[in-house]
């Protein structure tokens, strides 16, 4: 056991000095047809394959002109697969029913810095969100759970009043 807990702090320590730091920065501007889309969850994230869940890197709401600036770092072994995801209800007609849409989209690993800050910045540009986007999905919404708590009535004993004495 003791020698399996030395390999594992070894191999720890070795992945730990392999990884490298990784940075990104995004930034553009939001509108849902003439006006800017204000208040849309942008995201950004490190795609990495299963089993590790994919890493949120940094998110931030689009201000009243409808731009964003996202940057997030990461310590990887491999290259990271940056990511924005865009998540809004712009021209939809499914508000209430099948959650909002999410857009993806890719950012290039030549905008990506290796240690310190980023040198390179992507621009997404203006994107109108009224487009239908090939790659959109949909914002599971999360099921209201009707959950009912069990609270088990405790006898007081402080009192001198007995139950057993009313029968």
Do not use: W
């Amino acid at each position: 056991m003791r020698h399996f807990t030395l390999i594992a702090l070894f191999t720890f320590n070795i992945v730990q000095i392999l990884a490298r730091e990784q940075n990104v920065i995004a930034n553009g501007r939001l509108m849902c047809g003439s006006s800017p889309a204000v208040n849309v969850r942008v995201s950004l994230y490190d795609i990495d394959t299963a089993p590790d869940p994919d890493d949120l890197l940094d998110e931030m709401f689009t201000d009243i002109e409808g731009e964003f600036v996202v940057r997030g770092s990461t310590a990887e072994d491999t290259d990271i697969e940056p990511i924005l995801k865009v998540t809004h209800d712009c021209e939809d007609d499914n508000k209430n029913h099948q959650g909002r849409r999410i857009v993806t989209f890719a950012i290039p690993y030549s905008y990506v810095t290796l240690r310190g800050m980023p040198h390179k910045r992507f621009e997404l540009g203006t994107i109108n969100l009224e487009t239908k986007f090939h790659n959109e999905e949909r914002q599971v919404p999360s099921a209201k759970i009707r959950r009912h708590h069990y609270y088990p009535r405790r006898l007081n004993y402080d009192n001198d009043f007995d139950i057993f004495d009313s029968f």
